[in-house]
T-cell receptor
Framework: QKEVEQDPGPLSVPEGAIVSLNCTYS??????FMWYRQYSRKGPELLMY????GNKEDGRFTAQVDKSSKYISLFIRDSQPSDSATYLC????????????FGTGTRLLVSP | DVKVTQSSRYLVKRTGEKVFLECVQD?????MFWYRQDPGLGLRLIYF???????EKGDIPEGYSVSREKKERFSLILESASTNQTSMYLC?????????????FGEGSWLTVV
């Protein structure tokens, strides 16, 4: 079993839709949770990170962590074609050297 | 603005060649990483370094080596390239001790071994 599971998609939505992206994990030691956005042929860029359980909001993006269920989500409100990308979840293995464990990524397509 | 620069974006190499992938960061970060990214497999850690001349194996070190002679520079070496090393290679860096902060990635190097 992989430590982090993420549906690869693609997830296709119309412009303006609310998007929900999710990851599940098995290692209860994870404490920091991150979402990266990766455009085609580019490196991942950090979108959001949260510590432990709870919600964090940044503009149209909301990150949610439920440690009891080992489940994290990223919500995108009012989705735009420019949001079309692959979204990677990542988690801190708590090593002190920040050796993150990544999901395989979900490809999102937002059509105009 | 943070910057991780991978000097070669696209390379085509022959089987058996020695390949060098170079990475430079300008953030004075202690930690540097090399990942490879493949469809369906996601990002996999090859090697990381937490200080100059220090290195540790990641999840898939076989067929690779690394060099970190200066803090800002981390090189990935494919001693004898093989076709199964065709992939996108990502360099990254992060500050030590800032747990929960972030890893910054470069733009990636696309390597094709023929």
């Amino acid at each position: 079993q992989k430590e982090v599971e993420q549906d690869p998609g693609p997830l296709s939505v119309p412009e303006g839709a609310i998007v929900s992206l999710n990851c599940t994990y098995s290692n209860s030691a994870f404490q920091y949770f991150m979402w990266y956005r990766q455009y085609s042929r580019k490196g991942p860029e950090l979108l959001m990170y949260t510590y432990s359980s709870g919600n964090k909001e940044d503009g149209r993006f909301t990150a949610q962590v439920d440690k009891s269920s080992k489940y994290i989500s990223l919500f995108i409100r009012d989705s735009q074609p420019s949001d079309s990308a692959t979204y990677l979840c990542a988690m801190d293995r708590n090593t002190g050297f920040q050796k993150l464990v990544f999901g395989t990524g979900t490809r999102l397509l937002v059509s105009p | 603005d943070v910057k991780v620069t991978q000097s070669s974006r696209y390379l085509v190499k022959r089987t058996g060649e020695k390949v060098f992938l170079e990475c430079v960061q300008d953030m004075d970060h202690e930690n540097m990483f090399w990942y490879r990214q493949d469809p369906g497999l996601g990002l996999r850690l090859i090697y990381f370094s937490y200080d100059v001349k220090m290195k540790e194996k990641g999840d898939i070190p076989e067929g690779y080596s690394v060099s970190r002679e200066k803090k800002e520079r981390f090189s990935l070496i494919l001693e004898s390239a093989s076709t199964n090393q065709t992939s996108m290679y990502l360099c990254a860096s992060s500050a030590k001790g800032l747990k929960g902060n972030t890893i910054y990635f470069g733009e990636g190097s696309w390597l094709t071994v023929v």
